[in-house]
């Protein structure tokens, strides 16, 4: 079983602010947060992870709480393109299982 | 540069047929990775496999599903004796290292009739 949880959907007004949030409550301390996203008709694409402190790439923000216990994953100019399903992934980075556990994710509607 | 590549993109078979299918991973990738996705799911890991050797294979749901990497490099999933169950995406990844980010392909749409 996925061990966070993600609202079902969200919409955002493009050119707007996407905020994704996750909840990873039971989370390991050697655990990472880990997002994908996969747009219609693809395979999942890789977008940024982290594991205390907050990251930023030319993608996406990674907001994590200082418990740990949730995150939020910032998309900050959000266009039409942005429209896909976001999964927020926990993940032993080394030494644990390999394979990412998917859940269903947030259907992020981008709105024109 | 070349991105995973995965064979056929859709595969359209009977019920008790076998199937294959075949993903070329990005060049140097050591690990890789087959997951299955049904409609409206999330991907389900299947098998893993770090070089030649099937790292963990705990996601393959039956006997039916075999997956190879002989030479570590280039993988085929083989289903045997297909059931209409087993209709779903099936998505290839590869990663540069162990527990590195994964690189997915864009999937074998697999239909059984």
């Known amino acids: 079983d996925a061990k966070t949880t993600q609202p079902p959907s969200m919409d955002c007004a493009e050119g707007r602010a996407a905020n994704l949030p996750c909840n990873h409550s039971?989370?390991?301390?050697?655990?990472?947060v880990y997002w994908y996203r996969q747009i219609h008709s693809q395979g999942p694409q890789y977008i940024i992870h982290?594991?205390?402190n907050n990251e930023t790439n030319e993608m996406a923000s990674l907001i994590i709480t200082e418990d740990r216990k949730s995150s939020t994953l910032i998309l900050p100019h959000a266009t039409l393109r942005d429209t896909a399903v976001y999964y927020c992934?926990?993940?032993?980075?080394?030494?644990?299982?390999?394979?990412?556990?998917f859940g269903k994710g947030t259907h992020l509607i981008i709105q024109p | 540069g070349a991105g995973v590549s995965q064979t056929p993109s859709n595969k359209v078979t009977e019920k008790g047929k076998y199937v294959e299918l075949r993903c070329d991973p990005i060049?140097?990738?050591?690990?890789l990775y087959w997951y299955r996705q049904s409609l409206g799911q999330g991907p389900e890991f299947l098998i893993y496999?770090?070089?030649?050797?099937?790292?963990?294979d705990s996601g393959l749901p039956n006997d039916r599903f075999f997956a190879v990497r002989p030479e570590g490099s280039v993988s085929t999933l083989k289903i045997q004796r297909t059931e209409r169950g087993d209709s779903a995406v099936y998505l290839c990844?590869?990663?540069?290292?162990?527990?590195?980010?994964?690189?997915f392909g864009e999937g074998s749409r697999l239909t059984v009739l």
């Open positions: 990844a590869s990663s540069p290292y162990r527990a590195g980010e994964l690189f």
């Open positions: 039971t989370i390991s301390g050697n655990e990472y």
């Open positions: 982290g594991l205390k």
């Open positions: 992934i926990v993940r032993v980075r080394e030494g644990g299982a390999d394979g990412l556990t």
């Open positions: 060049s140097g990738h050591t690990a």
């Open positions: 496999f770090q070089g030649t050797g099937a790292a963990d």
